[in-house]
């Protein structure tokens, strides 16, 4: 009697498993049609390998009917859902083609970075930056301590730069070798109480040929109309700018999101960086785990050509920066 109240016991546990991953497999796939539901997409990456295990422990380890086919039904349907979220972006991973950019005079590199509100290791972070030398550097978490601990070395690798310092989101930075001014829709506060949840830093970088930078940091996806309504203002702030562009940060999405691939087409933006994990990075946490989620992406438009995309040293940071080499104008792989 005992061990058939366990076996019942863990068919249950076991069928309860496979409902909740199959369901929020299913919830992400129908967020096209009711967006709060969105939210489960971003654990696409998790759900999708769970309910193929699950698939295969059911068909292995099921013997009796209904339990066997109601259970495999579930989990084929979960496994389907999550594989039309998970495939398209795989498909464009491996179609993404891009520019081997040979370093030269008309090559560029920018780097996007999370260096994160309780990071303490200003050197680690400085050294982190130091090492890519990157033309244009933009930062999210950048906090006014941290501020007053790397402008003075940062300033001499880059001496130009623009900051938001205040607000849920507005802690940012933007550092270049090249004059910048502010663009008609930069929207940046300096109040360490003002309650804008939507901060932009928008630029024109007067290089030789002069390109348009832009950077934000989004709030998590859930509550979902929150960040949807971030992400609406920052779409009708890059549709008001002209010419190249490159727009990157923490977006706090991930690509299987549907919010993310709607700013993108909304923006008329091309992905620089496909399948790079930025989060988390070690040792922020209390056991080492590999990166698992891209939250941070690196955005372009107009003749804007980028190279490779690459992870630099996390700094100390939760995230891992993302670096691309690029060029405005001209082609630099010739």
Request: no cysteine; aromatic share 16%.
């Given at each position: 009697m005992k061990s058939q109240g366990l076996l019942s016991i863990t068919k249950f546990i076991f069928a309860s498993g496979v409902f909740f991953v199959s369901l929020s497999a299913i919830a992400g796939f129908l967020a096209f049609a009711l967006w709060p539901l969105d939210a489960f997409n971003h654990f696409q990456p998790i759900i999708f390998p769970i309910s193929l295990v699950l698939f295969l422990v059911s068909a292995i380890f099921a013997r009796r009917q209904p339990f066997r086919g109601l259970v495999l039904s579930v989990c084929a349907i979960g496994f389907v859902a999550s594989s039309l979220v998970i495939i398209p972006e795989?498909?464009?991973?491996?179609?993404?083609k891009p520019v081997r950019i040979q370093q030269s005079d008309t090559s560029r590199r920018l780097m996007t970075f999370n260096i994160y509100a309780k990071n303490e290791d200003l050197e680690g972070l400085f050294q982190s930056v130091k090492e890519q030398d990157p033309d244009v550097l933009l930062i999210q978490e950048y906090w006014r301590w941290h501020r007053e601990g790397l402008e003075?070395?940062?300033s001499k690798l880059m001496p130009y730069s623009v900051h938001c310092q205040g607000g849920k989101r507005s802690f940012?930075?933007?550092y270049s070798k090249y004059p910048l001014k502010k663009l008609s829709v930069h929207n940046c506060i300096d109040?360490?109480?003002a309650e804008q949840r939507t901060s932009i830093i928008a630029v024109e970088v007067q290089d030789e040929i002069p390109f348009n930078v832009v950077t934000t940091h989004f709030d998590w996806p859930i509550p979902a109309e929150r960040q949807n309504a971030q992400m609406q203002v920052v779409v009708d702030a890059l549709n008001g700018i002209d010419g190249p562009m490159l727009f990157g940060g923490d977006f706090n999405s991930t690509p299987f999101s549907y919010a993310f691939k709607s700013l993108v087409r909304k923006s008329g933006m091309r992905r620089a960086v496909w399948l790079m994990p930025t989060w988390p990075a070690p040792p922020t946490y209390p056991f080492d785990m590999p990166a698992w989620?891209?939250?941070?992406h690196i955005l372009s438009r107009g003749n804007v050509v980028t190279g490779v995309p690459f992870r630099g040293q996390n700094g100390g940071s939760d995230h891992f920066p993302l670096v691309v080499d690029f060029a405005v104008g001209k082609d630099p792989s010739n």
């Open positions: 795989f498909i464009g991973a491996f179609t993404y003075e070395r940062l940012l930075g933007v109040s360490i109480s989620l891209q939250l941070d």
